[in-house]
């Protein structure tokens, strides 16, 4: 198959760790007969410096072109001071709603060489770990009216949190498909208690869940849903929740599997073009120094090949690439322990690709 790509390489660590993901795309295609074409886009701060906006229309047209999506990460202290619309963060939030992209799945699962990293107590872990979070990615507080009044020496700001019902119905239907394809559990994290928005939330998800008889549904409220990752995250299977929710418990998430830099992320809509991305950030303190953590975008790689492409057998040969590296004892700086090998970004992305 031949397949079209955009490539957005971002700022700081990005362009050191998408280089490493089409290294192994690469392979893939060499070792399965496809073709993958790439086409490079600038959006976040190198997109600012280049064109003054942060997504440039060219790289919203070349994407919706493309049969997928790979992204490094953007963002660094160099554009913090812009006003909102002129940041980084404002041309992935654009790109995301550009191409219809409503469902962020997250997945966070212990490696077993990496058992040490794990910040948790054996005990708490001994059952596994293995979640995806399904996060909407393109409604609530992140999209809501903005503004900021100053009135009788009075500043106001106000961030508006809002959901429809069809918003959260497909949302809902992403995380039961999912639930059936593993164990069946769906647990949906709102804070019904005090917003209307999860009120709607929680009714919508039930009625949809009539639709998945298979499927247990179990609601949990936010504050509870942070205490009970760590206390004890093998409860839980598929994880579905709202925006903001979905971005701070996605973070504590992968925390607790010890490794940020391990991380992918595939984000999807109705079709199957989709954006894939690590869930860690640019980390500028360490850009360009060939020692940052290629695993999360190469394992996001392997995410695009399974939801957007539909090549699982390609998806699993770079999961076990992985694996087999790590069981191997290789590490770069960030995952680290003593007795393993300490490799750099470029090294490790070699290491991968050798083993397909
Ligand atoms: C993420 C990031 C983004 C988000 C930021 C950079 C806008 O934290 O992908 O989780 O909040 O969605
Ligand atoms: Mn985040």
């Keep these: 198959m031949t397949k079209k790509i955009a490539v957005i390489k971002g700022d700081g660590i990005g362009p050191e760790i998408t280089e490493q993901a089409i290294a192994v795309l690469d392979r893939v295609a060499e070792k399965f ?15 600012i410096d280049e064109t003054g906006e942060p997504l440039p229309k060219e790289t919203v047209d070349i994407c919706l072109e493309s049969d997928s999506v790979l992204l490094g990460a953007v963002g660094g202290p160099k ?3 812009g006003e909102g619309s002129k940041r980084p963060e404002a041309g992935l939030l654009g790109i995301r709603k550009a191409l219809g992209l409503f469902a962020n799945l997250r997945p966070a699962r212990l490696f077993a060489p990496l058992k040490d990293a794990c910040p948790l107590k054996d005990e708490i872990t001994k059952d596994g770990l293995d979640l995806i979070i399904v996060r909407e990615l393109i409604g609530g507080a992140y999209f809501g009216e903005r503004t900021t009044v100053t009135e009788n020496g009075i500043t106001t700001a106000n961030d508006c949190m809002t959901y429809s019902d069809f918003e959260i119905e497909r949302i809902a239907r992403v995380a039961f498909d999912l639930a059936k394809k593993r164990r069946g559990k769906v647990t949906s994290v709102d804070k019904a208690n005090v917003l209307d928005t999860s009120r709607l939330w929680r009714k919508i998800v039930h009625e949809v869940a009539k639709d998945y008889p298979d ?11 942070a205490m009970q990752l760590v206390h004890c995250p093998s409860q839980f299977d598929v994880i579905v929740t709202e925006n903001l929710f979905g971005d701070i418990l996605s973070d504590e998430a992968s925390m607790i599997t010890g490794s940020l830099g391990m991380i992918p992320s595939a ?16 980390a500028p303190d360490i850009a360009g120094k060939d020692i940052a953590n290629p695993i999360a975008t190469i394992l996001s790689a392997a995410m695009m ?15 076990n690439a992985v694996a087999q590296v790590l069981e191997e004892g290789y590490r770069t700086a960030d995952i680290m322990s003593a007795g393993c090998k300490q490799v750099s970004c470029s090294k490790m992305g070699r290491l991968i690709t050798e083993k397909i």
């Design 33 to 47: 007969g496809h073709k993958f074409e790439y086409s490079y886009v600038l959006m976040g701060g190198c997109a």
């Design 79 to 81: 554009w913090d001071k």
């Design 215 to 225: 499927t247990t549904l179990g609601d949990m409220l936010v504050d509870n849903t």
């Design 267 to 282: 984000s999807l809509g109705e079709g199957s073009l989709g954006l894939y991305e690590p869930i860690h950030g640019s």
């Design 305 to 319: 090949l399974k939801y957007s492409f539909d090549m699982p057998r390609e998806a699993e040969a770079i999961e």
